[in-house]
T-cell receptor, first 112, second 113 residues
Framework: GESVGLHLPTLSVQEGDNSIINCAYS??????FIWYKQESGKGPQFIID?????DKRQGQRVTVLLNKTVKHLSLQIAATQPGDSAVYFC???????????FGSGTQLTVLP | EAQVTQNPRYLITVTGKKLTVTCSQN?????MSWYRQDPGLGLRQIYY???????DKGDVPEGYKVSRKEKRNFPLILESPSPNQTSLYFC????????????FGQGTRLTVV
């Protein structure tokens, strides 16, 4: 089956800097993408989503970019805060897929 | 408060002893699903349900059963648990299925010895 992967398993950033978390997907038929945040001991929490008819979507302090040409998705977090420390997952869906397919996650650590 | 509630949060059991993990959502969502989360493997879907009395296998259904007799509840049943089912389990619900955001429960940490 198709898979979703993340370029880096861990990412450390200084508090106040911007964070960029990347995700590569391989199913060209996917038309829906989501980013989730999972804090220790908690379930994944929705951050932002984007459909394939868009290449950028902004939320509060977060921006998702979609590059369908190279099948790449990124999550940008502005002015990273200690509360942003978590594991971030991307997921893809749509097309012929019966359900969302999740990547293995990137651990973001915010340094003081 | 809109939420997905799983019980229990932690469970240690012995091989072969049947167990059920409950999941309930109060958002009137039609779509519910179960995932397991293992280190390095991310979230893998076990079973999902599009609506009451409609269930289907996900990517890793072996050794699990589900039922959807009511819209709000979607229990996960392990008839004969084995150590390879030791994992962190999440229930999720969403209003329209696979192309909308899923709301996750807090997770159930299961250990089978």
């Amino acid at each position: 089956g198709e898979s979703v992967g993340l370029h880096l398993p861990t990412l450390s950033v200084q508090e106040g800097d911007n964070s960029i978390i990347n995700c590569a997907y391989s199913n060209s038929a996917s038309d829906y993408f989501i980013w989730y945040k999972q804090e220790s001991g908690k379930g994944p929490q929705f951050i932002i989503d984007i459909r394939s008819n868009m290449d950028k979507r902004q939320g509060q302090r977060v921006t998702v970019l979609l590059n369908k040409t190279v099948k790449h998705l990124s999550l940008q977090i502005a002015a990273t805060q200690p509360g942003d420390s978590a594991v971030y997952f991307c997921a893809e869906g749509g097309g012929s897929a019966r359900q969302l397919t999740f990547g293995s996650g990137t651990q973001l650590t915010v340094l003081p | 408060e809109a939420q997905v509630t799983q019980n229990p949060r932690y469970l240690i059991t012995v091989t072969g002893k049947k167990l059920t993990v409950t999941c309930s959502q109060n958002m009137n969502h039609e779509y519910m699903s179960w995932y397991r989360q293992d280190p390095g493997l991310g979230l893998r879907q076990i079973y999902y349900s599009m609506n009451v009395e409609v269930t289907d296998k996900g990517d890793v259904p072996e050794g699990y059963k589900v039922s959807r007799k009511e819209k709000r509840n979607f229990p996960l049943i392990l008839e004969s648990p084995s150590p390879n089912q030791t994992s962190l389990y999440f229930c999720a619900s969403s209003p329209q299925g696979r192309n909308t955001e899923a709301f996750f429960g807090q997770g159930t940490r299961l250990t089978v010895v």
